[in-house]
């Protein structure tokens, strides 16, 4: 039976592909591209001789017959225009058909942006949210922003150079002057990683130019603060006569202040009552 291949494509440097992708293109009857010319120059550096058509955007919809009748008699190879089809890239939809039709879709993995920028961002890379490309208009950035706000992992979104600041600026606005890495032309001539903080990339890209991934760092886990609901309680403890052990476990266990915090609070209770104690006794001996 057929097979449609995902293939993965060097998001720069044309020599990140790998072997097994280059023997797919190179076997394949047809090759689906989201960029003709630029999956051409790929071609041409390997002197793949595979027929092409475009599929793009504008034309998926359109394109997916062609496609799938195209795959009742061979193999196809969908290639976005750089990294992993399908990633904020055409390939849902063909992909999606292809699985309804009984048609195997195999990946051939490699480059993508999204887990490239964010290895070398410095931000926790175990958990994360890709949110894609940020929307154009201002009040639906906004409001996405508004959405993923309380995501504690790190967000990952990509951004076209002529909107950079205009999206730094309203992620300041909605996620605060958090810590971000902003990545640009990966794995090119010019390739650079920005770190820092929201504010200080807003000054760093004046004059944004490439292709740029923001790697954003997640919320911030607010630890509880010593309230005085909580220095009372300990010090209801601490005057029932409780053990320091005891009372520090039992507070911390009801309010989720750490031991550490509430022991130093215990200490300055102690204290207190010493200093109190020492009072009465010097009245009663004068």
């Not at 797919?24 to 790929?42: Q, S, Y």
């Not at 225009?81 to 490699?110: F, Q, T």
């Not at 209801?236 to 509430?262: D, N, P, W």
């Amino acid at each position: 039976m057929p097979i449609l291949y995902v293939v993965a494509t060097p998001i720069g440097n044309l020599e990140d592909i790998s072997r097994r992708a280059l023997r797919t293109l190179a076997e394949v009857k047809l090759i689906a591209a989201e960029d003709t010319r630029r999956t051409g120059r790929l071609l041409a550096t390997y002197d793949i001789k595979t027929p092409m058509t475009s599929y793009h955007e504008h034309n998926k919809r359109t394109k997916l017959d062609y496609l799938l009748g195209h795959l009742e008699n061979g193999d196809v190879a969908l290639v976005s225009e750089a990294g992993m089809p399908g990633m904020s890239d055409p390939g849902y939809e063909l992909i999606v058909a292809a699985h309804r039709r009984g048609i195997p879709v195999v990946p051939i993995p490699g480059p993508s942006a999204v887990i490239t920028a964010l290895v070398v961002s410095g931000l926790p890379p175990d958990r994360f949210l890709y949110i894609g490309f940020l929307p154009h208009r201002a009040r639906a950035r906004q409001r996405l922003l508004e959405s993923v706000a309380p995501e504690p992992g790190t967000i990952v979104a990509l951004e076209s150079p002529h909107r950079l600041i205009p999206a730094l600026n309203d992620i300041l606005l909605i996620l605060g002057d958090r810590q971000i890495a902003v990545c640009r032309e990966l794995t090119k001539l010019h390739e650079e990683v920005f770190r820092g903080t929201i504010r200080q990339a807003i000054g760093h890209f004046t004059e944004p130019r490439g292709e740029f991934t923001l790697v954003i760092e997640g919320r911030r886990e607010k630890k509880p603060e010593l309230t005085e609901d909580a220095e009372q309680r300990l010090r209801h403890r601490y005057l029932a006569g409780s053990t320091a052990r005891e009372a520090i476990a039992g507070v911390s266990e009801e309010t989720g202040l750490s031991r550490k915090e509430l022991y130093r609070a215990w200490l300055r209770l102690a204290k207190i009552g010493d200093t109190k104690k020492n009072s009465c006794q010097s009245v009663e001996r004068s």
